[in-house]
Structure formats: C-alpha cells, structure tokens
C-alpha cells in the first residue's frame, strides 16, 4: 500500500474502528520518549534496530555494549567482546542486503556473535543463508527452535551448525533468552524475552526483579495468549507485530483462504489484538511495532489507533532501518524518606 492509499484509507479506517481508548496522555511520561530513541543514525550503548520487518523479509539487529552509568555495579561491566556484540533476530533479508542495512549502521556481519531465528518461514530465514559455506562469521551462534531442528538440517542452514533450543538459553555475550512457543502455521514461531548480563546484574544488585528489563520479541504469533502476556510482561522494550487492520483484510482480494488462515488464531496478530495485548503487558518504556502487511495495513492508521498512549513508539518497516531503539537500566525504585521529628527544646 502506497502513501497516496494510505491517505485515501486514513479518514475511513478511522472512522470504522472507533478504536478503544488508549491510554490517557501523561505529560511527563510522554517528555521521556527522547530518551529512549536515538536520533537518525547514531546507536546507542545498547539497543534494538530492526533492519527490516514485513513479509518480505525481517531482520532486528541487537547491539550489546559497555557501561554507559558510572554507578552501581555497571562501573565495571566491561561488555562482550567486540565480534560478539551484534546479534541478529532472523535473518529474513538476503545476505547482501543484511550487509548493506548493517553498512548504514556502522556495523558489519564480522561483528555478528549470535543468531536467534524465531521460525524458519522464507521471511524469517532467507535461503541465502542455507548451503555448503555459512556466510556468517566463524564461531557465531545459531539458534533454531527444537521443533524446526529436522527443517533447519534439511534446509542446511548455515551450512548445517546450530544450536536447537526448546527452553532457555544464554549467549557467548550474556545475552539470556528465555523462548515461548506460539501457534503459526505448521510448525510455530519463537518469541523471546531477552535480558543482557547487564541488566541481571543491575537487577540483582537492587533486590529488583526481572520487571523493567529486557526485550520483548514476538512476532507472526496468531494469539497473544495469556502466557505468552505474563511471559513478557513489564519488559523495557516490547517489540511485536501489528499485522493488519481486519478491515482492510476484508475488503482486500486476498483469497478466502489466505484471509482464514491470517485471521484464524494460527497466523497474525491485527491491530486492534496488539494494542490489547502491549495493554496487558504493560512495557516500561518502548514499544516497536512490527511486520505491517503492506496491503492491509497503514502506519498512518495504526499510529493513530496509540495516540496518547505512555509509551514511545516506533513503526518498523520494509524499506528501511528504524532508528535505535536504547537499552536502559530500571530505574531505582525510589527510597521513602522518613521525617526526623527534633523536640523542641523546654
Ligand atoms: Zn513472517
């Protein structure tokens, strides 16, 4: 869908949906949204880009740096070695491509320590990177959900070297991931919540819990089950698929088929189903959207559909890099201060 179409729709779709409330404005929470995005071209300590997002390919760069606060426990968190710090959420662009998008970044695929692939559908893992000769640097991790293992090897990804998970595993660089299984298609698709050691060790030094910390990773999802909710609740950075206005779905020329199986429970989330589930798991501070069909879908209307909510956003799309997403420690819960009471002298 164009701009000049989405334009078109706007008025209408908008109209239609009489969208339920978002959340209430809250000035101070929304003067905090600079914090967490970067500007054009500049990344942050740690953060999230997704390179690209949509059907014809997705592909999320997570960059692991140093200490950015000289405080606290972080002062001596050196960080990962360099050629383990960027890690790849499916690897949905061709290879050239992925190299390009990550020339934009400043980075390149020699800095790649890890892979995490969520399924193995085309647009999550393009077949340039299956074959006799892996592209991705010698010693990177990959790693493939338990049940897509048979497929993976078949589809000799990476030349035939990875890791299958089917509960929670940790990177050369710290990066703890915690995986849930969710209905898409035949054989399902990962979502993730991802801490770094960091941020474990921030936690764990303040008594504090996992709440305010990590990435939330959930795309091609079908349902936002009350586990996969609870599984990522009150994350740092929620990112999660908005795939299309049920509207535009039905009145599209997609075949019955295709409708049903997008729609069905086993197959995207829409608009509407993500708003309520970023609702429920209540992210602290970002929110990225993703995989937006191009053909029943419209950025316009679905930034519409969270004006006034207490998160920053970010739309990811097909055709270019969003910008940095950062990685902050959870605040400190602050202290209550008790008042001194001083006699008064007799
Ligand atoms: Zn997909």
Redesign the pocket.
């Known amino acids: 869908m164009d701009d000049h179409s989405a334009q078109t729709l706007l008025p209408l779709a908008t109209e239609i949906f009489a969208a339920p409330s978002a959340q209430p404005r809250r000035a101070a929470r929304r003067a905090q949204r600079d914090l967490f995005s970067t500007p054009a071209g500049e990344r942050p300590d740690s953060g999230i880009c997704v390179l690209a997002s949509g ?1 014809a390919g ?1 592909c999320s760069a997570l960059w692991i740096g140093e200490a950015e606060h000289e405080d606290g426990p972080t002062a001596t968190w050196s960080g990962p070695p360099v050629r383990e710090r960027l890690v790849l959420i499916d690897l ?1 662009l061709s290879p050239s491509v992925t190299r390009k998008r990550l020339h934009a970044q400043g980075l390149s695929l020699d800095l790649v320590g890890s892979v995490l692939l969520t399924h193995l ?1 085309r ?2 893992c393009h077949e340039g990177w299956c074959g006799e000769h892996s592209l991705l640097p010698p010693g990177c991790e990959v790693f493939v959900p338990k049940r897509s293992r048979d497929r993976a090897k078949s589809m000799n990804l990476n030349a035939g070297v990875f890791h299958a998970f089917d509960s929670r595993f940790r990177t050369r660089a710290g990066l703890e991931a915690l995986p849930i299984m969710l209905s898409h298609d035949q054989h399902g698709a990962a979502a993730f919540r991802l801490t770094l050691a960091r941020e474990r060790a921030w936690a764990r030094a303040r008594n504090l819990g996992s709440a305010g910390t990590g990435i939330g990773y959930a ?2 999802l079908g349902r936002a089950t009350p586990e996969l909710v609870e599984h990522l609740k009150h994350v740092a950075i929620l990112a999660i698929e908005s795939n299309y206005c049920p509207t535009l779905q039905d009145v599209s020329d997609r075949p019955d088929f295709l409708k049903r199986r997008i729609t069905g429970g086993r197959g995207h989330l829409s608009n509407h189903e993500c708003l309520d589930a970023i609702h429920a798991i209540e992210p602290r501070d970002h929110v990225v959207l993703l ?1 937006l069909s191009r053909e029943c879908n419209c950025p316009l209307l679905v930034a519409s559909l969270h004006e006034g909510a207490d998160y920053a956003m970010t739309i990811s799309t097909q055709d270019e890099a969003t910008r940095w997403v950062r990685l902050a420690p959870p605040p400190v819960p602050s202290t209550i201060i008790t008042p001194t009471f001083t006699a008064p002298a007799c």
């Open positions: 059907s997705n949905g559908d647009d999550h795309t091609d995989h």
